[in-house]
């Protein structure tokens, strides 16, 4: 009887994590209908405007230095570099890896290099949750995102929108103790979710 209950807890705690970390995603406006064919697509990214958690960024990045140059001078501005370079160096790639992993049965290229591509994805951040993890409690990070298709070098013509919201960030074996490595792991969500979707939606 005790083993029965012990599995059942178990169930329980699985479901609901798997619930909690759900990424929602979801087609707003136009239809995937055009990128059928294609066999590349440019990619852009977008950070204006991003909330980081109650604060607007500029808000964030202000307290933060302070924060930081209050402890040791000049230790906020190196956490600016790092703050702004891992947009280039971790969460782009790793948002391109995954998503390219997932369209790789439509041998479908993203790329931010494929600037002859037909068609681009815009993809826009609007919402960035650092979490956290200070070793006896921790926080996923989260981001939401949205993705707009656009004819190359046309950003006047949207084709169709994407929302995708609460993209989970975290090292499942509690080593992510770093907020650019739980923001990584949230933009390698947003690339498996919307590879999946594009799979099922644009590339069947």
């Given at each position: 009887?005790?083993?029965?209950?012990?599995?059942?807890?178990?169930l329980?705690?699985?479901?609901?994590?798997?619930?909690?970390?759900a990424?929602?995603?979801?087609?707003?406006?136009?239809?995937l209908?055009?990128?059928?064919?294609?066999?590349?697509?440019?990619?852009?990214?977008?950070?204006?405007?991003?909330?980081?958690?109650?604060?607007?960024?500029?808000?964030?990045?202000?307290?933060?230095?302070?924060?930081?140059?209050?402890?040791?001078?000049?230790?906020?501005?190196?956490?600016?570099?790092?703050?702004?370079?891992?947009?280039?160096?971790?969460?782009?790639?790793?948002?391109?890896?995954?998503?390219?992993?997932?369209?790789?049965?439509?041998?479908?290229?993203?790329?931010?290099?494929?600037?002859?591509?037909?068609?681009?994805?815009?993809?826009?951040?609007?919402?960035t949750d650092?979490?956290?993890?200070?070793?006896?409690?921790?926080?996923?990070s989260?981001?939401?995102?949205?993705?707009?298709?656009?004819?190359?070098?046309?950003?006047?013509?949207?084709?169709?929108?994407?929302?995708?919201?609460?993209?989970?960030?975290?090292?499942?074996?509690?080593?992510?103790?770093?907020?650019?490595?739980?923001?990584?792991?949230?933009?390698?969500?947003?690339?498996?979710?919307?590879?999946?979707?594009?799979m099922?939606?644009?590339?069947?």
């Amino acid at each position: 009887m005790k083993k029965i209950s012990v599995l059942i807890v178990g169930l329980l705690f699985l479901f609901s994590s798997t619930n909690l970390f759900a990424q929602k995603i979801k087609l707003v406006s136009g239809d995937l209908s055009f990128l059928k064919g294609q066999t590349k697509l440019n990619v852009e990214y977008i950070y204006d405007g991003m909330m980081v958690g109650k604060k607007t960024e500029v808000e964030y990045i202000k307290d933060r230095m302070e924060k930081y140059n209050k402890d040791e001078p000049g230790k906020g501005e190196k956490w600016l570099t790092s703050w702004k370079g891992d947009r280039t160096k971790r969460f782009q790639p790793k948002f391109e890896e995954l998503l390219n992993k997932y369209l790789e049965p439509a041998k479908v290229s993203v790329s931010a290099n494929n600037s002859d591509a037909k068609y681009t994805l815009v993809l826009k951040t609007t919402f960035t949750d650092p979490g956290y993890n200070v070793g006896v409690s921790r926080k996923p990070s989260y981001i939401d995102v949205e993705v707009t298709f656009i004819e190359t070098g046309k950003s006047a013509t949207e084709l169709a929108k994407i929302t995708m919201l609460k993209a989970p960030g975290q090292d499942w074996g509690g080593y992510d103790f770093e907020a650019g490595y739980r923001i990584q792991e949230s933009y390698a969500k947003s690339g498996k979710t919307l590879g999946a979707f594009l799979m099922k939606k644009a590339f069947k």
